[in-house]
C-alpha cells in the first residue's frame, strides 16, 4: 500500500511541469478585469489565487478536485460499519486528487491516532484558559502553541532546499490534523463537562470517531455519522473564503502551518463566516419560541418578513459565490431525511419547512443577490437535535474541518513554490487618479 507521502510524491512532478507551463506560455494571458466595484467590494469575483484543491461554481457548487459531493459519496471510503464520508479519505482526496484505496484510508487513520495527543504544555495552557474565553478563541491559541513543534520551523532554521519545503509541510499538517480532535474536544470539555474524564485515543478508530467519543459522544452511531460528513463536506470551499483565504495569505510568507490555520480560525470565527450555524440555530430556535414547532408555510413567512423588517439577515442564507442551494445544505437534508429521529425532531421539521418558504421571501425583498440556503441553514440543527446543544462550540467542530483544505493547499503552495502574496491596494484617491 503506498503512503500518503508516497501517493504526492508521484503527483507533485506533473503539478509542477503545469505550473511551468502555464508560465511560459500564458503569463501574459488576461483571464479577467478588474472593475471599480471589485476593489471596494471585498474583491468579489476577482480570480486571484491559486487553489488546487476544490473550486466552487456558482450553480453546481463545489467540486473536490473534480467531484460533486454525490461522486464524492460513491466513491470515497467510509468508516467500518458506517456510510458516511470521513475526514481520512476525504483528505486523502484534497492532498493527492486521487481515490483513496479502504487499505490507505485505514493506514491514515492508524496514524493520525497515533500522532493524536497534544503536548503536555498544550494541555496545560488549554486548562489555564478561563471557561468564559470563546472556545474558537481558544482553539486558534491552542494551535498557534502546537508550532513549538513544527518540523518546517526547525528545518527552515537548519537550512532546507526550496524543492523539499513541501515534504516538512506535509508532516507538519498531518501532525496538526491529528491533534485537533484532542484539542477541540479538551476545550468542550473545559467549558462545558469540567471535571469529565477525557477519553484516550482509539488507535482503531478513525479520527471523528475519536473527536465524537473524546466530546462524550462516542456511544451515539449516528450523531459520530453525521459528525464525519459534516467535517469531510466541509474540508474545503475553494480558496477565496476569509479562512482558507487567511491561512494562504499567511502561509505565503513562510510560517509554519500551525500559525497560518490558527489565523485562519480568527477569521472563521467572525459571524458572516463561520459563526453562521450558530446563528442559524438561535433564529431558528427564537422562531419556535415565538410561533411555535406545528406551523404553517403562511407564519413562518411573516416571521422571515418581520426579520428582514427588523434590518437583520435571515442567517443560513445567501452566499458569496453560490446562487443556488448549497449541495452541502442538500446533502445534509438527506441525511435528515435517511435518519427517521431526525424527521421526527421539531427543529429540523422547522428548518426544512422554511426552506420551503424562505428563498420566495428573499426574492421578493430583492437585496440578495443568493435567496437559497446555505450548508449553514441545517448544519447547527443536527447538531442540536442530537445532543451537542452548546451554540458557541459549533465553530469549533467547523474549524476542525476546515483544517483538511486550508492545510492542503500549504502543502501544494510550497510544493509549487508560490510567492508571498503581495496585491496592490489603493487610496480612493489613488483609484480616482487612475479613472481620470
Ligand atoms: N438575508 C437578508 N439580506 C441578505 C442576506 C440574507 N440572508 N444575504 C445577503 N443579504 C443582503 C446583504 O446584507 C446585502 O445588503 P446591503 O446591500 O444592504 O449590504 C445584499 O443582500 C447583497 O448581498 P450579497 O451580495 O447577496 O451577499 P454577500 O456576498 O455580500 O454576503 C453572506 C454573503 C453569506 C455574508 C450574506 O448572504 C449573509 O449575510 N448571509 C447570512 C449569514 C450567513 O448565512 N452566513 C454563512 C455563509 C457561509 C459560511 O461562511 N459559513
Redesign the pocket.
Known amino acids: 500500500t503506498k503512503s500518503l507521502k508516497e501517493t504526492l510524491q508521484e503527483v507533485i512532478p506533473s503539478k509542477q511541469e503545469q505550473l511551468k507551463k502555464l508560465k511560459a506560455e500564458h503569463a501574459q494571458t488576461v483571464v479577467g478585469d478588474v472593475k471599480v466595484e471589485n476593489i471596494i467590494g471585498g474583491m468579489?469575483g476577482i480570480k486571484a489565487m491559486l487553489w488546487e484543491a476544490s473550486v466552487l461554481d456558482p450553480n453546481e457548487g463545489i467540486r473536490f478536485h473534480g467531484l460533486t459531493i454525490p461522486d464524492c459519496q460513491k466513491v470515497l471510503p467510509t468508516a467500518p460499519g458506517g456510510k458516511e464520508i470521513i475526514a481520512e479519505s476525504m483528505l486523502w482526496l484534497l492532498l493527492t486528487g486521487q481515490v483513496p484505496s479502504e487499505a490507505q484510508t485505514r493506514q491514515l487513520s492508524r496514524e493520525l491516532a497515533e500522532k493524536g495527543d497534544l503536548p503536555a504544555f498544550v494541555e496545560k495552557l488549554v486548562d489555564s484558559f478561563p471557561a468564559t474565553l470563546h472556545p474558537m478563541t481558544q482553539l486558534g491559541m491552542g494551535v498557534a502553541a502546537l508550532n513549538h513543534d513544527s518540523l518546517f520551523q526547525a528545518a527552515y532554521e537548519k537550512g532546507i532546499k526550496k524543492s523539499e519545503y513541501w515534504t516538512y509541510m506535509l508532516d507538519d499538517c498531518i501532525n496538526l490534523i491529528a491533534r485537533l480532535p484532542a484539542l477541540a474536544a479538551r476545550i468542550y470539555r473545559n467549558v462545558y463537562k469540567p471535571g469529565t474524564p477525557l477519553p484516550a485515543i482509539n488507535k482503531d478508530l478513525d479520527l471523528v470517531g475519536n473527536y465524537t467519543t473524546m466530546l462524550g459522544f462516542g456511544d451515539n452511531h449516528n450523531l459520530t455519522e453525521y459528525l464525519r460528513l459534516y467535517i469531510a463536506l466541509h474540508g474545503d470551499h475553494e480558496g477565496g473564503?476569509a479562512s482558507a483565504h487567511t491561512s494562504h495569505l499567511v502561509g505565503s510568507t513562510l510560517s509554519d502551518p500551525y500559525l497560518s490555520y490558527s489565523a485562519a480560525l480568527f477569521a472563521l470565527a467572525g459571524p458572516?463566516?463561520?459563526l453562521?450555524n450558530q446563528?442559524v440555530l438561535r433564529w431558528q430556535l427564537a422562531m419556535q419560541a415565538e410561533i411555535g414547532s406545528d406551523v404553517s408555510h403562511e407564519q413562518i413567512k411573516e416571521y422571515l418578513w418581520k426579520t428582514?423588517k427588523g434590518g437583520q439577515?435571515?442567517?443560513?442564507?445567501?452566499?458569496?459565490v453560490l446562487r443556488q442551494a448549497d449541495p452541502r445544505f442538500i446533502a445534509l437534508q438527506e441525511f435528515c431525511d435517511a435518519h427517521p429521529e431526525l424527521q421526527e425532531s421539531s427543529i429540523i421539521r422547522l428548518v426544512k419547512k422554511t426552506y420551503e418558504v424562505a428563498p420566495d421571501v428573499?426574492k421578493e425583498?430583492g437585496?440578495?443577490?443568493?435567496p437559497y440556503p446555505?450548508?449553514?441553514a441545517t448544519s447547527g440543527c443536527v447538531l442540536y437535535h442530537y445532543g451537542l446543544k452548546e451554540f458557541k462550540y459549533y465553530t469549533v467542530i467547523f474549524g476542525v474541518s476546515r483544517a483538511l483544505g486550508a492545510l492542503t493547499q500549504l502543502v501544494w503552495s510550497r510544493a509549487l513554490g508560490l510567492p508571498i502574496e503581495r496585491p496592490k491596494s489603493l487610496s480612493m484617491d489613488a483609484l480616482e487618479m487612475l479613472i481620470k
Open positions: 468579489r473564503n458572516l463566516h463561520g453562521a446563528e428582514l439577515v435571515v442567517p443560513g442564507y445567501g452566499h458569496g428573499l425583498h437585496k440578495t443577490k443568493n446555505n450548508v449553514d
